[in-house]
């Protein structure tokens, strides 16, 4: 058959053959081309015209394009719905090339290896992750090639999966890699389609690789070991790390060349925050609508720079668990919030400061293009101005960022000198360097400008040597500069006029000066742009040889972005900074929910909270519904976890013994997606706190329990509270089952606590305040009436309500309700009152005609008991 192929198609077959997982466009003059199966699974996704083309003699196959500079819109559709795409370019000039153009796959791009501005977010990295496996522990590789992050770690498989998927959970990768039988593993690939969205690729090393694993990373970052990463130690992770590099190879990604360290962490040194509490706490996705609004991130990123952004998400998502590093953080807010000018002076140069780490990945990579470099070289020019903020500057953290800060003087001189102030989008044009810079340009451009200069001024000497007024200099692609004559003008053109193009009206000529001008011109002009391109590409590697210093830089200034940003929201916020240590208290004068607090318009009312190992460890809250129990509950974790990356709270005082691991188990969720009922997500998250609970947690449980039978439900949500109790661990559970107020009496390091509301005339008032003691009502029916349940529904409910709480009878809740008699005509009451109501039914349902005397003193006295009851 390949014999039959054109040769045009004999060279696709070969790219194709060589990446045959991706879809292959394939570059032919403006045009990427698709062919076959591509074309046809383009064609549907893309929305493209599937037309065909003859491969061999009589052999039509599918094909579609698209014009090459939309390419990376439908590059981008293409990743994002989980292909990878293989770009086949032209290796040289077509119109220099003899016979069939040289092409070559020069780029694979899956979701884990983009570079490209408009494929990627700002704000957040793109992971490419490997996982591996290695007798007792798990290797995992996270890299972000776009930014030359490069991080290790290994983890405990005695654990099950659930550490690792949790994990990846946390880092949201854009893609992982790992091997088709770790895959199968352990139940590894439902955990993971469950807890992480992205493409599972299956990737190994090869192991008839002649190189070894740490072979492989030693000889990518020259060195002679990796004792200097720290990881000498951990083979599962050099396996995964040398994973994520060997796939950057096939994939011809040069961006791995950027990578140029590896940071070994450990997940330890983080608090244990699992999936469900991210979820919950909505650090920084909303629970309504999967956005940002409403998310605590969405409330602290206050960053200047994408790079702090980053950070600052990571940072939300990894809370720190040692009291020194926190401190440190700390300490610096509080210096910067001292000084509102100086933190002013920090953001404004801060928001000059492009994405330093994205700018040198492409530079790296060689697709930076000039208006990149202009932007490094605007963003170096801020740093010494940032530096001399932070001079003299004692605070730890922040003489660290100082000190990091590399202004790279002689790399910011190169990009001043070489490169125009607005160079174009292309790097082919010319137009990128600056007057000045390099001789040999000067020269052809001087000389291409005499040249136009003579042909310019040759208009009016040729008009004045043929007394021929409308004598035209015009320039087309064709054949260039030629001097056009009008019809009843042709008697006067001189000898030297050579004939080139007769126009209905006129006609056109070139002279034999004209010529040697323009070949000078033009034969100027490109070499000129030959040579921009050069110099440019010298430039754009001088900064790559400069990447880690520039890397370096970029990580200080995102941590001096975050530190500022922190100082900038305490000071806007009234928040204050928190005392942290290694107690076991928690005690926040003055609470507020950092979100809530500008979300609504109702004026946020501040609560105390009292936490630790003596008296305070189980707090049970009860309240009526819409008082602000899950708000309490919700306001003090995220207060905790504000502390612990750093930064200052809502509180007006603050103190925090550092937690270990954060748990929620909130509300009701089904999980269709893995089969599982509301009730049993409930009991796997709460199993999950329960097995992993320490007694350094914070646990936050709103209403387990609730997914059951109520009998059930109160039972379990009792034998948890006192496990928890006993486990120590400082636990924070509101509840509507009014009976575990009892737990409060019983157990001596439980509490309980209520929300006040106030009866007022006929209306509920919600005071939002927490005050100790229990309550033994939930005023469901008049937050149900409030929230606009229909009339009826509402009286009815009143009338079975009392009927239950007058028989006590909560275990049969469907039969008693049944037995219950309805009352036609609702009667009017005062609302809230529900004693009288009832009463009153009886009263309306007695004939009095048919009562002897006796009957009705005893009915009397039935009647009356039963009103002082319930009053
Ligand atoms: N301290 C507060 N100050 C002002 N408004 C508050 C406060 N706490 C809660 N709220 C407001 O009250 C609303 C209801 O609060 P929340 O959801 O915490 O009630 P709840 O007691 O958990 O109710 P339910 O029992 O129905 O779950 C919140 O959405 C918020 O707008
Ligand atoms: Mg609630």
């Known amino acids: 058959m390949s014999d039959k192929l054109t040769p045009m198609f004999q060279q696709w ?49 599918p094909m579609c394009g698209m014009p090459h500079h939309a390419v990376q819109r439908y590059v981008a559709q293409l990743i994002e719905r989980g292909y990878k795409v293989a770009l086949c370019d032209q290796m040289e000039d077509p119109k220099k090339a003899k016979g069939l153009v040289k092409r070559e796959v020069t780029r694979v791009l899956s979701a884990g290896t983009l570079l490209e501005d408009e494929m990627l977010e700002p704000g957040a990295n793109n992971f490419l992750c490997a996982l591996t496996a290695q007798e007792r522990t798990y290797g995992l590789a996270v890299a972000d090639v ?54 599972l690729t299956e990737f190994h090393l090869d192991p008839l690789s002649l190189h070894s694993p740490t072979e492989r990373l030693t000889r990518h970052f020259g060195t002679t070991s990796l004792r200097g990463f720290g990881c000498e ?18 994939h011809q990604v040069a961006a791995a060349q950027h990578m140029r360290s590896l940071t070994v962490y450990s997940t330890e040194a983080f ?10 706490l909505e650090l920084v996705r909303s629970l309504r609508d999967g956005g940002t609004y409403g998310t605590l991130l969405w409330l602290l990123d206050r960053t200047c720079t994408s790079m702090g952004a980053r950070l600052l998400r990571q940072w939300l998502l990894q809370p ?38 994205r700018l040198v990945g492409k530079a790296a990579t060689g697709t930076a293009n000039a208006r990149d470099l202009v932007a490094l070289r605007s963003s170096l020019g801020q740093l010494p101005g940032v530096a001399e903020l932070l001079t003299g500057e004692r605070c730890e953290a922040l003489a660290s960022c100082r000190d990091r800060t590399d202004a790279c003087p002689e790399l910011h001189d190169l990009l001043c000198r070489a490169l125009s102030d607005e160079p174009p989008v292309g790097v082919r044009e010319g137009g990128l360097i600056r007057d000045g810079y390099n001789p040999q340009l000067d020269q052809l451009r001087s000389s291409s400008g005499e040249g136009k200069t003579w042909i310019a001024e040759l208009e009016s000497t040729e008009r004045d040597r043929t007394g021929i007024k409308s004598l035209k200099v015009g320039f087309n692609s064709v054949f260039g500069y030629y001097i056009e004559v009008t019809k009843p003008n042709l008697s006067q053109v001189p000898e030297n006029y050579i004939r080139k193009q007769t126009l209905a009206n006129g006609e056109r000529f070139i002279t034999p000066d004209l010529k040697e001008y323009e070949a000078r011109v033009l034969g100027a002009d490109e070499k000129a742009v030959e040579l921009e391109y050069d110099l440019f590409c010298e430039v754009r590697d001088q900064v790559a040889r400069e990447a880690s210093r520039i890397l370096t830089t970029a990580a200080a200034l995102a941590e001096l972005d975050v530190l500022t940003c922190f100082a900038d929201l305490a000071a806007r916020n009234r928040y204050v900074r928190p005392e942290v240590d290694d107690s076991a208290g928690i005690l926040l ?22 936490l630790d190992d003596t008296e305070n460890q189980l707090l049970i809250i009860t309240g009526p519904n819409m008082a602000g129990k899950s708000t309490y509950l919700r306001q003090t974790a995220l207060i905790v976890l504000m502390a612990q990356i750093g930064s200052f709270v809502p509180a007006s005082e603050a103190k925090i013994g550092v937690v270990d691991r954060l748990f929620t188990r909130v509300g009701a969720r089904d999980d269709l997606s893995t089969g599982q009922s509301t009730f049993m997500v409930e009991m796997h998250e709460t199993a999950n706190i329960l097995h992993n609970a320490t007694h350094r947690s914070l646990v936050i449980l709103d209403e387990i329990g609730r997914g059951t039978s109520t009998f059930d439900g109160l039972s379990l949500a009792w034998a948890v509270s006192e496990y928890l109790h006993d486990l120590g661990a400082k ?141």
């Open 731 to 871: 636990t924070l559970f509101a509840t509507h089952y009014h009976h575990l107020n009892e737990l409060g009496e019983q157990l001596p390091r439980a509490r309980n606590y209520r929300v006040e509301v106030k009866e007022k005339g006929d209306d509920i008032v919600f005071l939002r305040r927490i005050v100790p003691g229990g309550t033994d009502r939930s005023y469901g029916i008049q937050v149900a009436r409030l929230a606009g349940l229909p009339h009826e529904v509402i009286e009815r409910a009143k009338q079975v309500l009392w009927t239950l709480e007058e028989e006590k009878n909560i275990g049969q809740v469907a039969p008693a309700a049944r037995q219950v008699k309805k009352v036609e005509t609702p009667v009017q009451l005062k609302l809230f009152e529900l004693t009288p109501h009832p009463v009153i039914a009886l009263l309306g349902d007695l004939d009095v005609n048919q009562l002897t005397p006796i009957e009705a003193l005893a009915k009397l006295s039935e009647l009356k008991s039963r009103a002082t009851e319930t009053a």
């Open 233 to 250: 130690e951990m083979p599962a992770a050099i396996e995964a790390a040398a994973t994520v590099l060997d796939y950057l190879q096939q």
């Open 13 to 61: 077959r070969a790219a194709k053959e060589q990446h045959p997982e991706a879809i292959l466009l394939f570059r032919m003059g403006d045009f990427y081309e698709l062919f076959g199966e591509d074309a046809v699974v383009a064609s549907r996704e893309l929305e493209l015209t599937l037309t065909a083309r003859a491969s061999s003699k009589d052999n039509p196959i």
């Open 146 to 199: 776009s930014t030359g992050q490069f991080f290790v770690t290994e983890l405990a498989a005695n654990g099950g999966v659930e550490p690792v998927v949790e994990e990846l959970a946390r880092l949201q990768p854009a893609e992982c890699l790992l091997s088709a039988a770790l895959l199968e593993r352990d139940g590894l690939r439902p955990a993971l389609q469950r807890s992480v969205s992205a493409p």
């Open 589 to 610: 004068k003055d609470g507020r929910h950092p979100v809530v607090e500008h979300t609504q318009e109702e004026a946020f009312v501040p609560n105390d909270v009292r």
């Open 320 to 357: 720190l668990v040692d009291v020194t590093p926190i401190r440190r953080r700390l300490e610096a807010v509080g210096e910067l919030h001292q000084s509102r000018l100086r933190r002013e002076e920090l953001q404004e140069k801060l928001g000059q400061v492009r994405d330093l780490q």
């Open 271 to 280: 608090m244990l925050l699992d999936s469900a509490s991210r979820t919950n």
